[in-house]
């Protein structure tokens, strides 16, 4: 028995800890969880919350692939509405992306703009990913110890000017680089030149689209990163992975014991390339979702762990940039409120439990990126807790989420599991106050 009251305790039929599901009390001091007891356990606490009984206590989701575009593109997303999306759907961590907004994430500057933007707008606690870009090899070092949890880069052209892609040669600079600080590279993996040998046939057909950004190049390119990881010693995450016919270079790297890790998104488990309208440019992201036999090989490489984490990639625009063109449509999918809904929604369908999706969302993701104290419900790290119901149904609508712009993919589906009650450091969060913290590498 603790001998100190609690400031709050969460007792719960059904909690995920350590990996499983099982009744548990959680104690909570200063923010963080001091202890994790028994359904009943005999302990004071300032205040109690008991579950109901079609609850289960999970931790928040920790969303690392997160665009936010404020400041610059504001008009498409921005700290208040992206975090407030975040809390509504579970999540109570998001790393921002460094492109979109302007000026992007490529310098201590860029970054104190941001944060200046940010300051006072966020509902959920916000990390920063770095931006390596040709030339700023050297700005690496500096945002590293600014606190950014890594560094993206594109192996092609990013959709955005200010935000070019590295070369091969550019790429294995910027790897001795990170190698040397012992910071993680994050890789959009497609290559340039698959691309361009194949047919861009514009207009509103799915399959044409599918058709221009074909799997080799999502092979090439993760290629190109396993190989310039061996050659600098430096590890890597590829971002995004939509191709199951990677898996197996992937496998092999893991195998080889290169520090690789690799991410896939909720769209590439919920939708498939024979299913999607003609025209339905909310589903456009690259690398593109693909067959439904592709679909199944990613969801056995993240129960086998070849795949380690989901996280949204949420990457919204104004409406007007979404026209009925796969091949000029904005690309991006907007989905960070729906992403925990829409998983639980496909895992559950295929026998996997909450505890499976907790370790892909918030554990493992949180390891990726080296977020130490969140991802988990576990003595020391944050109590980011959220009351889940798993079985409640909602019917998603774009204009009902909280995003900027009311346009999803997952518009008017059903997604089964509701994040009811969350809690930040220990507090009950709402859309009402802007509660969230920046967040910095290192912290324990
Ligand atoms: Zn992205």
């Known amino acids: 028995m603790s001998t100190q009251p609690f400031d709050l305790v969460i007792r719960a039929d059904r909690a995920v800890v350590d990996g499983a599901e099982r009744p548990a009390s959680v104690g ?15 302990w004071s606490a300032a205040a109690e919350v008991v579950l ?24 498409w997303e921005g700290f208040a509405s992206a975090t407030r999306a975040a809390l509504r759907g579970g999540t109570t961590t998001i790393v921002d992306m460094p492109l979109n907004s302007l000026p992007p994430t490529t310098t201590v500057d860029a970054l104190e703009i941001k944060q200046k933007a940010a300051d006072g707008q966020c ?13 700023n ?3 690496l070092l500096p945002l590293h110890d600014a606190g950014v949890f890594g560094f993206k880069c594109f192996l092609i052209d990013s959709g955005v000017p200010e935000f070019p892609p590295l070369s091969p040669k550019q790429l294995r600079e910027h790897m001795r680089r990170t ?25 509103p057909r799915y399959a044409d689209f599918v058709a221009s ?3 080799a190049s999502e092979v090439s390119a993760i290629k190109v990163v396993i190989d310039t990881m061996r050659e600098t010693g430096s590890r890597a995450h590829i971002l995004h992975l939509s191709s199951a016919e990677a898996l197996p270079l992937i496998r092999d790297a893991k195998r080889e014991g290169l520090p690789l890790t690799v991410e896939t998104c909720p769209h590439y488990l919920s939708f498939t390339a024979e299913a999607i309208r003609d025209g339905s440019t909310a589903h456009k992201c690259c690398p593109p979702i693909r067959s439904s036999e ?22 919204p625009s104004t409406a007007d940039l979404k026209t009925d063109d796969f091949q000029t449509a904005w690309g991006g999918v907007a989905s960070v409120q729906v992403a925990l809904a829409a998983v639980w929604t496909g895992a559950r369908e295929r026998g996997h439990g909450l505890a499976d999706v907790v370790r892909w969302m918030s554990e493992r993701s949180a390891q990726v990126a080296g977020l130490q104290h969140k991802g988990g419900i ?27 712009n009311p346009v999803t993919a997952y518009d008017e589906l059903d997604l089964t599991g509701v994040a009811r009650r969350v809690w930040l450091r220990g507090n009950e969060i709402s859309t009402e106050r802007a509660d969230g913290r920046f967040l910095e590498r290192g912290e324990a």
């Open 213 to 215: 950004r074909p799997d």
């Open 137 to 139: 090899v050297e700005d």
């Open 52 to 75: 109901a009984d079609d609850e289960v206590l999970i931790p928040g989701m920790v969303d690392t692939h997160v665009h936010v575009n404020e400041p610059g593109r504001t008009e």
């Open 123 to 135: 509902f959920v606690d916000v990390g920063f990913w770095g931006g390596a870009v040709p030339g």
């Open 28 to 42: 909570v001091r200063r923010g963080r969880v001091a202890e994790i007891g028994p359904r009943d356990a005999d």
């Open 378 to 404: 576990r003595v020391g790290a944050d109590a980011d807790l959220v009351a889940f119901a798993p079985d409640e149904v909602t019917h998603v609508t774009a204009a009902g989420l909280e995003h900027k």
């Open 179 to 203: 190698a040397l600080i012992g910071a993680l590279m994050i890789v959009h993996a497609e290559s340039a030149a698959e691309i361009d040998a194949a047919p861009t046939v514009p207009g």
């Open 294 to 315: 592709n679909q199944t090989r990613l969801w056995k490489a993240l129960a086998d762990g070849t795949i380690d984490c989901v996280v949204s990639d949420h990457s």
